[in-house]
């Protein structure tokens, strides 16, 4: 740096010392570029076998799945309770389950995971506790599901006393897909160019007006995104309600939150257990399979229309 | 404050001894200097200089930055603007910023200009639109914009996005305005209808206006501050800083043998 406007001396005097710097002499080596060009050439189609890889597997399975389940999925399969009769079996008290598992899901997990968010984002002081806490949650997304599963069983199964009710399964569920949520969120919250909060807060605007009025709305297509991703996944995850307990045989459709549940995940998986009693039962959690993914098809669908469509370009 | 409005005391700004750090840098060292009413005021000054930093302080917008330290006092109508009981908030309502890139919200026109109004109470409609066109006006972009203002703010141009930056900061009805470099970022007929517009309204406000470009100095103000190294060098009135400086480094600044 320049002291009591001398750097004119100083920066000129550099100037004319540096002015007569020349590049060395060097010849470009035409055999490696032939070699490089060809690396080029032989890594595009590498990666491209890779993406093709990853396709065939998946359409591998579909159409395993998809042939197995068959004559078994039609609307009667949707709409029956279960039943011993593999004919007569339908996925009704599962599909409720499922639904009633997301209606705690989503509330918890937006408010408590957007909320997060906000805070260590826009609040926190970027301190070492901040960081600290950062650190963890990124932490807790990475996380084996069953783990959460046997937090919840002695939480709220046990300690809370829930037991292995829908408001246990929720709970538990909006633990494992909570750090996505808040990864998501402060992601989309980050992305937020510091020049519209500088807007806001030279109008006058305090913190919570500038988060409320600009910050949220602007990174609202991206929290939906992630948090429909994270709630896919807990509609799909089996591991934590095993855990908890949840029956797949239940007589009585829930009516609460406090009563039994079954999920489609759970359904699957024991439906594939018993083929060895029942063969067709195989066919059953082949047509569960696919009502799965359809759900999920759905809704990550949505996430990538959310996406293209509020996307914004400053 | 009101009171002391009341007195027309002819500097709004009177800053004393002003010391500013970014953790362990100092970026402006014992600046004193006052502005007054209802003139232009450049501040002028290489990259680096504590000019942006300063107009800053002004509104304390740099307090964003966690790591900033101040001592000294800039008295605002004769209150001390760091002094506990003087609400932030507030302050920012009377003395409104335009920054150099424009930076208007994804909302419409007419939500960019209402949006200062709208969050501190006003709710009324018809009030609403009243305050939307005399800003727009006043800002020389109503006759633009009247048929579209529900359209994105990011379908105007740079030049008109500035001036509806400027309108926002109209609308909060301030006394004086802060510019941060408004012009860096526009071509040169954009610029032009800036400055026209700073000279507009000049007569019913206060304006402080950090440039690099000394021509733009010269042309719209009426006085000229030039800062360098964090110091306040040289403060005198435009004329005299561009023909008759006193000092040997403004001097050579403004002729542009360095900077």
Known sequence: MFKDGNLIGKDSRMLKKNAGAKLPKFNINKKRMKNRIFLSRFSRHLFSLSAVFALVVLGILLFDIISESLGWLNVKFLTNNLSIFPEKAGIRGALIGSVYLMLIVIPVTLVLGVSTAIYLEEYSNKGKIANFIKVNITNLASVPSVIFGLLGLSVFGRILNLGSSILAGGLTMSLLVLPIVVVASQEAIRAVPGFLRDASYALGANKWTTVRKVVLPVALPGILTGSILAISRAIGETAPLVVLGIPTLILKIPTGIMDDFTALPIQIYYWTLDTVLTPEYANLAAATIVVLLGVLFIMNSAAIIIRNKFQKKF | ?259
């Open chain 2, 1 to 259: 404050m009101s009171i002391a409005n009341e007195k027309k005391k002819e500097a709004v700004y009177d800053v004393r001894g002003l010391n500013l750090w970014y953790g362990e840098d100092q970026a402006l060292k014992d600046i004193n200097m006052e502005i007054e009413e209802n003139k232009v005021t450049a501040i002028i000054g290489p990259s680096g200089c504590g000019k942006s930093t300063f107009i800053k302080t002004l509104n304390r917008m740099v307090e964003n930055i966690p790591i900033v330290r101040t001592t000294g006092e800039i008295l605002y109508h004769g209150d001390n603007i760091f002094d506990k009981s003087v609400k932030v908030e507030e302050l920012r309502t009377k003395v409104g910023m335009v920054f150099q890139k424009p930076n208007p919200f994804p909302k419409s026109i007419f939500e960019n200009v209402v949006y200062g109004p709208k969050i501190h109470g006003i709710k009324d409609k018809g009030l609403l639109m009243e305050i939307a066109e005399s800003s727009l006006r006043s800002a020389a972009l109503w006759d633009e914009v009247k048929d579209r203002l529900n359209d994105n703010a990011y379908g105007l141009s740079g030049g008109q996005q500035q001036r509806l930056c400027i309108a926002r900061c109209l609308a909060v009805q301030p006394d004086v305005i802060l510019m941060d470099e408004p012009t860096s970022a526009l071509d040169p007929i954009a610029t032009f209808k800036i400055e026209e517009l700073i000279e507009s309204l000049k007569k019913d406000y206060t304006i402080s206006i950090v440039t690099h470009s000394m021509q733009q100095a010269a042309r719209i103000s009426d006085k000229t501050a030039f800062f360098l190294m964090g110091e306040l060098i040289e403060y005198d009135s435009t004329s005299v800083i561009f023909s008759n400086p006193k000092d040997k480094k403004t001097e050579d600044y403004i002729t542009g043998r360095f900077g």
